[in-house]
């Protein structure tokens, strides 16, 4: 059972545009940033969105991050056959000393 | 370019320990924390711990805290990560993970080295 709660799959069809969502607690996403990866199947983790809703260098614009109160969401428009992939969501975890990641979103995109 | 390669697949025995390594390349190695996450197979992410490589202790998870050592040798450019007292559920895909500091997102990742544990 993973600290953070992420919906196990989402999908859409090209173009369209999709929320993913990450619940957690006070002593994670209300008190830390939230960071968010994409994990292509047999591939390292990459990071999408860095502290709520920066996207770090080359990722497009289509993907946005935001944060309220215990939850985040990713959205992603104008979805694409390439973002079929896995996204966690991550933050620190104070009552644990740890970060918590969530156990990720199956993307489809039919 | 700021690459982080890893050490090759393992396999041990329960009760065996494994060693790791993560080489850094392209940046400044003493500027940045060196997470350490893992895999297993068909699962999510879990933090295992991170390495200071300008120096200090390391900062592990709860949950490994009585068997995972994580050192960095600066002249190297290289942390390791030892994992002592393996069971079958220590099965997994390990990755090192760069962050600019101790809060701060894993924006560079290793490429993952397999840990097989099985009799």
């Known amino acids: 059972q993973s600290v953070l709660i992420q919906p196990p799959s989402a999908s859409g069809t090209p173009g369209q545009r999709v929320t993913l969502s990450c619940s957690g607690i006070t002593s994670n996403i209300r008190s830390y940033t939230i960071n968010w990866y994409q994990q292509f199947a047999g591939a390292a983790p990459n990071l999408l969105i860095d502290?709520?809703?920066q996207r770090p260098s080359g990722v497009p614009d289509r993907f946005s991050g935001s944060r309220s109160g215990t939850s985040a969401s990713l959205a992603i428009s104008g979805l694409q056959s390439e973002d079929e992939a896995i996204y966690y969501c991550?933050?620190?975890?104070?009552?644990?000393?740890?970060?918590?990641f969530g156990g990720g979103t199956k993307l489809s995109v039919l | 370019q700021v690459q982080l390669v890893q050490s090759g697949a393992e396999v041990r025995k329960p009760g065996a320990s494994v060693r790791i390594s993560c080489e850094a390349s392209g940046y400044k190695f003493t500027n940045f924390f060196l997470n350490w996450v893992r895999q297993a197979p068909g699962q999510g992410l879990e933090w295992v711990g991170m390495s200071v490589p300008r120096g200090g202790s390391g900062d592990y998870a709860q949950k490994f805290q009585d068997r995972v050592v994580m050192t960095a040798d600066t002249s190297a450019n290289t942390v390791y990560m030892e994992l002592t007292s393996l069971t079958s559920e220590d099965t997994a895909i390990y990755y090192c993970a760069r962050a600019a500091t101790s809060l701060g997102a894993f924006d560079i990742w290793g490429q993952g080295t397999v840990v097989t544990v099985s009799s």
């Open positions: 991550a933050a620190w975890d104070d009552s644990v000393n740890a970060w918590v």
């Open positions: 502290s709520n809703n």
